[in-house]
């Protein structure tokens, strides 16, 4: 009797647990180095307030969810990272969880930013607030799977995205789009979880893509934009240029004066590299964007690059819109599709994408 009661009240707690997931899900990609938090606050067993992480990382789930005209005095705190117990930018997330008379905090994840790491608890139980850090721990690990590989590596997390005919064609002669309506929405989408995307001038110079977006709602979240354009060949009259208050770098391995010119006027940063052709180029070329503080990347680029990518085994997750539908001669690739063709693709992801399909692979 007394393991069904614990398991009704742990479903229950999992339940605003959940709930707070979901607000974290809002602003991921647009917290900087900061990770997205949700925090769910109830008493009497019903929602008072919540909160997410600001965009830029600041202020935390918690103050924002706290920071309001409402007697929280004896209310239970749901959060899915372990409570900030530092000064930093702002005072620490505990001191607003006291001062609002909180009673109990329920966390599923231990912060991996070491000036918190697993502090929260023993502060709290000091300040005779109880707390609970045993509840979706599975599923929390995987939520902050990018916050984890930054703050243990010397990349950003990296991901990136390609559309495939039935057989393997990236491309089509008549320029026509491969997937349906659905998938490009759902990329736009995709593109708003990270706060940084990736293509080549080549990529956006044949497509002339916005590569933001579009869905009502979520126009704020087109991450910056990233153009590798080794020899600056860019098109000057390009969708992304009339984009307004969008953050746009170039990286090159040109010295070509007047186009640097033409793209500073345009408020376009420019980095110049040495070169950007091996592995150890792209080590750096990451290296450097985790020093711009960038978190979580998006590639979007053609098969020629992603090869790349796959084969010095750079990439964390690969998203792959597959057509139902062959291209046969009307459709071509810039470079062989055998690494792709090689990968597994096992169950498609449950989502209606108008007869194509969606695969997430896995590599790290």
């Known amino acids: 009797m007394e393991n069904l009661k614990r398991s009704s009240k742990d479903n229950i707690h999992s339940h605003f647990l959940k709930l707070a997931y979901e607000k974290a899900k809002i602003n991921l990609g647009s917290t900087g180095q900061n990770p997205s938090v949700g925090c769910i606050v109830v008493k009497d067993n019903s929602i008072v307030s919540s909160g997410c992480t600001s965009i830029n990382g600041r202020p935390h789930a918690e103050f924002n969810a706290l920071n309001k005209n409402i007697n929280f005095k004896g209310a239970n705190l749901y959060v899915t990272l372990e409570p900030c117990s530092h000064y930093g930018q702002t005072p620490p997330c505990i001191n607003i969880i006291k001062k609002k008379g909180i009673k109990k905090v329920y966390f599923s994840s231990i912060d991996f930013d070491l000036r918190s790491k697993g502090k929260a608890k023993k502060i709290l139980k000091k300040l005779r607030i109880k707390s609970n850090s045993s509840l979706m721990n599975k599923f929390s690990k995987e939520f902050y799977k990018s916050y984890l590989f930054y703050h243990t590596n010397n990349f950003p997390y990296i991901d990136a995205k390609i559309a495939l005919s039935k057989d393997y064609k990236s491309s089509r002669k008549k320029g026509k789009l491969i997937t349906s309506v659905n998938s490009r929405k759902l990329a736009q989408f995709l593109r708003s979880r990270y706060d940084c995307i990736i293509s080549t001038s080549k990529s956006i110079n044949e497509d002339n893509s916005k590569l933001n977006c579009r869905i009502e709602g979520l126009e704020n979240k087109s991450p910056d934009l990233i153009i590798i354009d080794r020899n600056l060949k860019l098109k000057k009259k390009l ?5 307004k208050k969008r953050k746009i770098i170039i990286f090159t391995a040109s010295k070509n004066t007047k186009k640097i010119n033409f793209f500073k006027r345009k408020s376009i940063k420019v980095v110049i590299l040495k070169s950007l052709t091996s592995r150890s180029d792209f080590e ?5 964007l985790k020093k711009l503080k960038y978190s979580r990347i998006f590639f979007e680029c053609g098969i020629t690059l992603l090869n ?3 084969y010095k085994r750079f990439l964390n997750n690969l998203y792959i819109f597959k057509s139902n539908k062959k291209l046969l001669s009307s459709g071509f690739n810039n470079s062989s599709s055998r690494l792709i063709r090689n990968i597994k693709l096992k169950r498609s992801i449950k989502v209606n994408l108008k007869g194509d399909n ?3 692979i896995k590599f790290k």
Do not use: A, D, G, V
Request: no cysteine; aromatic share 44%.
């Open 284 to 288: 750096f070329f990451f290296r450097y």
């Open 358 to 360: 969606l695969y997430k």
């Open 239 to 243: 969708h992304i240029f009339s984009q």
């Open 308 to 310: 790349f990518l796959l």
